[in-house]
């Protein structure tokens, strides 16, 4: 094998590496000034202009943050816990189409680490086990608070996988493959978030939830938790936790602009491959800022009731947006008829308006005191 093939499987996986770590950074400066200008605040403006370098400030002092382990943990699965919930957040990444490919010293560099033909099997295994370093996390600490934190993680991640495969499952039955370059390329008519826009939104809704963001942040939910699964990391240990979670809002949010949002497609990109790049993670910095927006507005769901919205709400309307999707396609297929398949979008949005209809009546009940 030509040694210059590992050695462009070594850079592209460091550049994706860095690229990630760096937007970790700089997501959480985002984050902040995002939320500052919703709530009328100011938000990071002291180090660097505009408070560019705040995030570098913030890593420093992390680092040099003294690190206390209690004495009663169990210590090496203390200590390996944040890096299990570290690891799956950067290897999520490497099947992810970034663009098609240029020509770089009269050699074709693909703009991806891997395209491997069941890319979306392999995202649905990796982001399942990702939960096991919070649940170790709260085990290993000993500590009641902690243990309830990694429960409810575990229990959250069941709950919401269920739909979040099968909004996995339309995009497959849409692209008619397991292999996200598939899936890409064949969205260049019209994206799969116009046909399935429900399947989108359940699979939006279905990764905050499986990222433990608000309103779904219940496994840390500080003012019944203290600070849940990680009350008793400091340091850099807790630095690797919240290194976890921004990656993975990135690399979810990538995901889902390769699923439903076209991916790297856009104006050029056949004539100018690099604009690939450009067009993913500008609709990932949308995608954040959707993520932003509902964290700043979005009141922390009640944790039974989230169980109930997941299992009770989700899991069907999931269950029928897919069954919806792979009639219309099939039926669109056998009779020739282009009305069956965009009947899709319109019967989905139909069955997303009964489901909300069921959670007005069940709000209404219970606030008059119906049970």
């Known amino acids: 094998m030509d040694w210059t093939i590992w050695l462009e499987w070594v850079l592209k996986g460091f550049i994706l590496c860095l690229i990630l770590l760096t937007g970790f950074a700089y997501l959480t400066w985002y ?57 799956p957040s950067l ?10 490919s240029f020509n770089l010293f009269g050699r074709e560099i693909l703009l991806h680490i891997s395209n491997i033909n069941v890319g979306v099997l392999y995202i649905m295994s990796i982001a399942s086990i990702a939960v096991y370093g919070i649940v170790l996390a709260g085990w290993s600490s000993n500590n009641k608070y902690a243990m309830l934190g990694g429960i409810r993680a575990s229990a959250q991640m069941i709950s919401y996988e269920l739909a979040l495969g099968f909004c996995f499952a339309i995009a ?41 963001r608000a309103p779904f942040d219940m496994p840390e939910a500080e003012q019944e938790l203290t600070a849940g699964f990680h009350s008793e990391y400091s340091g850099m240990k807790f630095a690797l936790f919240f290194m976890a979670e921004y990656q993975k809002m990135i690399v979810i949010c990538m995901i889902m602009a390769t699923l439903f949002f076209g991916g790297y497609l856009g104006p050029g ?57 792979a009639a219309g396609i099939l039926l669109a297929q056998e009779f020739n008829n282009q009305l069956y398949f965009w009947s899709i979008p319109v019967l989905s949005i139909i069955s997303a308006m009964v489901a909300v209809m069921f959670i007005y009546r069940d709000l209404r009940r219970k606030s008059h005191g119906r049970f």
């Open 31 to 87: 984050e902040r000034r995002a939320l500052a200008r919703m709530q009328v605040r100011v938000g990071p403006n002291r180090a660097g202009p505009q408070g560019l370098l705040q995030p570098i400030a913030d890593a420093v002092k992390l680092i040099f943050k003294e690190e206390l382990t209690p004495g009663r943990v169990y210590k090496v699965v203390f200590v390996l816990a944040p890096v299990f919930t570290v690891v």
């Open 91 to 100: 290897i999520l990444a490497a099947v992810i189409p970034l663009g098609t």
């Open 172 to 212: 497959i039955v849409m692209g008619n493959s397991m292999n996200l370059l598939d899936i890409v390329n064949a969205q260049k008519g019209i994206w799969f978030v116009v046909i399935q826009p429900v399947g989108a939104l359940i699979f939006w809704i279905a990764t905050l939830a499986e990222v433990n």
């Open 269 to 325: 990109v056949d004539k100018f491959p690099l604009l690939g790049p450009v067009y993913l993670f500008g609709k990932v910095i949308l995608l954040l800022f959707a993520m932003i927006w509902v964290r700043a507005t979005w009141p922390r769901i009640r944790y039974d009731r989230l169980m109930a919205f997941g299992w009770k709400i989700l899991l069907p309307l999931s269950l029928v947006v897919a069954f919806i999707t």
